[in-house]
């Protein structure tokens, strides 16, 4: 391990956007931290990481569970030092009438998509306070800003998300901890989109060059967010293809 590496923390590290932030932020020197509930998935993500020369390791950690996260922050911090980042990149994007949005969806879906946040953040605030530094980022959607018809339940907790976002860059940013919030308004170029759009009786390999984002330019503008000078910090960045409507 090298000395002195800053650490990143990705909860929610799945298959695109959370790949390509382990990948941008350990090419640029940072140990990273995949985090997933399903940990063995990134075994093979873990070891390109590694054979080009970068520092990663994966766990399993359902982020829902505020033991598995007090758990797993404190054990990064003392087997591999000081968090530096920590990005709470969870799902739950599910659509459902509201008729059949029952009591356990719109729970589960607060959970992964908001709870989750919080207990992340607030576990890296726990240790960025002392410090007088660090970033919490926070991955928003479309339904950050507007509920679309069938999304009460998403739409639901990923504004309380940008809510959390609000209030924490509110009360840590004068303590030098830099908190943003990322809306993402555009389909991501995911395995998960392209059968929604199949399912919509299209072909996603027909699409216009950019019409679906590239999670590596998820990634970039995190990086940008974390590189920022703080006299010209930014909390909301919304993202989007050049062609999307909005």
């Known amino acids: 391990m090298k000395k ?53 390791y994966s766990y399993s950690l359902d982020a829902r569970e505020e033991d598995q996260i007090i758990e797993r922050f404190a054990s990064i911090e003392i087997d591999l030092g000081p968090i530096e980042i920590v990005i709470s990149n969870t799902g739950g994007n599910v659509n459902f009438p509201i008729l059949e949005t029952t009591e356990r969806v719109f729970y589960k879906v607060w959970k992964m998509a908001c709870l989750s946040g919080f207990l992340s953040g607030r576990e890296a605030a726990k240790y960025m306070l002392p410090r007088n530094r660090g970033s919490i980022f926070f991955t928003g959607a479309t339904a950050s800003l507007r509920g679309s018809s069938g999304f009460a339940a998403f739409s639901s907790a990923k504004f309380g998300l940008r809510a959390l976002a609000q209030s924490m860059a509110r009360e840590l940013g004068p303590e030098n901890i830099h908190v943003a919030h990322l809306v993402i308004d555009s389909g991501v170029d995911t395995a998960f989109v392209r059968e929604r759009i199949k399912n919509r009786g299209e072909d996603p390999d027909t699409l216009p060059a950019d019409t679906l984002m590239d999670p590596k330019s998820v990634a970039d503008s995190y990086w940008m967010l974390h590189h920022q000078s703080r006299d010209a910090w930014t909390h909301e960045m919304d993202i989007r293809p050049f062609a999307e409507k909005f």
């Open 4 to 56: 002195n590496s800053p650490v990143c923390v990705i909860v929610g590290a799945g298959d695109y956007i959370g790949a390509a932030i382990a990948r941008r932020f350990a090419a640029g020197g940072f140990i990273v931290c995949l985090a997933r509930r399903n940990g063995e998935k990134n075994t093979a993500l873990v070891s390109e990481i590694e054979a080009s020369g970068g520092q990663a």
